[in-house]
């Protein structure tokens, strides 16, 4: 399955390649685009027993309708948690900068190697404050 560009050059579902001999390059697969600097974020929830958690971390990626973070305890898929994200800039003062308040549902979780836990979650609600 091929889509046609333009002149010599073509698409296929995970690259695009530029004339007949070029090098193929990956693109994104998303269709919506996401901010990969290091941004810190509160994470607020209870777990399935009632416990409450509370941690900062800093999120991997942040998109319009989620984010990806690391967590240092395991989350569940389905939890509802609160997202606090302060997006400050390298030498800004921190609470001068814009923030978010979102409430967000877990959607994925992979431990990691070093015994953290990767996570997505989807936005729900959100709101600058």
């Known amino acids: 399955m091929r889509e046609r560009l333009g002149k010599g050059m073509t698409m296929k579902p995970d690259k695009i ?10 693109r994104e697969r998303r269709q919506k685009p996401r901010i990969y600097d290091p941004i810190f ?10 416990k ?6 800093i999120a ?3 998109g319009r309708g989620g984010l990806c973070a690391y967590a240092p305890q395991v989350m569940e898929i ?6 606090h994200i ?3 800039r390298a030498g800004s003062k921190p609470l001068e900068a814009p923030a978010i308040t979102a409430h967000a549902v877990v959607l994925r979780v992979e431990k990691q190697f ?7 979650a989807s936005f729900l609600l959100h709101r600058f404050i």
């Open 17 to 26: 390649r530029i004339g007949n001999f070029g090098p193929a390059v990956n």
């Open 41 to 50: 974020v509160l994470v607020r929830g209870s777990d399935a027993s009632g």
């Open 52 to 57: 409450a958690c509370r941690f900062t971390t």
């Open 60 to 62: 991997r990626n942040i």
């Open 78 to 83: 389905g939890q509802k948690i609160t997202l």
């Open 86 to 88: 302060r997006f400050a």
């Open 114 to 120: 070093n015994g953290s836990y990767l996570f997505a």
